[in-house]
Nanobody
């Protein structure tokens, strides 16, 4: 599976961005698809996930502001980010895995496939 992330950019605080992650090499209807981010000097952290049953999960820091969705026909997962804040500044990565248990979806080292990352910068 190859993942290609896009959609990052520079936005003012309070603004919105939508990230996309296109997958090729496999249909991911049975995968867990997730977004992680890594800010300057920080560890990679979980942002959001969508499971094969369409259940979604979010980090507390983004609940109510971010929304993850997927389009299986396009093999693409999206992350709609609203009310962005400077602390959301990071490189955002998409990840996929076909065999994760629910308790592992926030653990970045459990994912087999990663996109290349897209930079999101939020100015104050």
């Amino acid at each position: 599976v190859q993942l290609q992330a896009s959609g990052g950019g520079l936005v003012q605080a309070g603004g919105s961005l939508r990230l996309s992650c296109a997958a090729s090499g496999s249909t991911f209807s049975r995968y867990t698809l997730s977004w992680f981010r890594q800010g300057p000097g920080k560890d990679r952290e979980f942002v959001a996930a969508i499971r094969y049953n369409s259940h979604t999960y979010y980090a507390d820091s983004v609940k109510g502001r971010f929304a993850i969705s997927s389009d299986n026909a396009k093999n693409t997962v999206y992350l709609q980010m609203n009310s962005l804040q400077p602390e959301d500044t990071a490189i955002y990565y998409c990840a996929a895995d076909s065999s994760l248990i629910l308790s592992s979806i926030q653990l970045y080292d459990q994912y087999d496939y990663w996109g290349q990352g897209t930079q999101v910068t939020v100015s104050s």
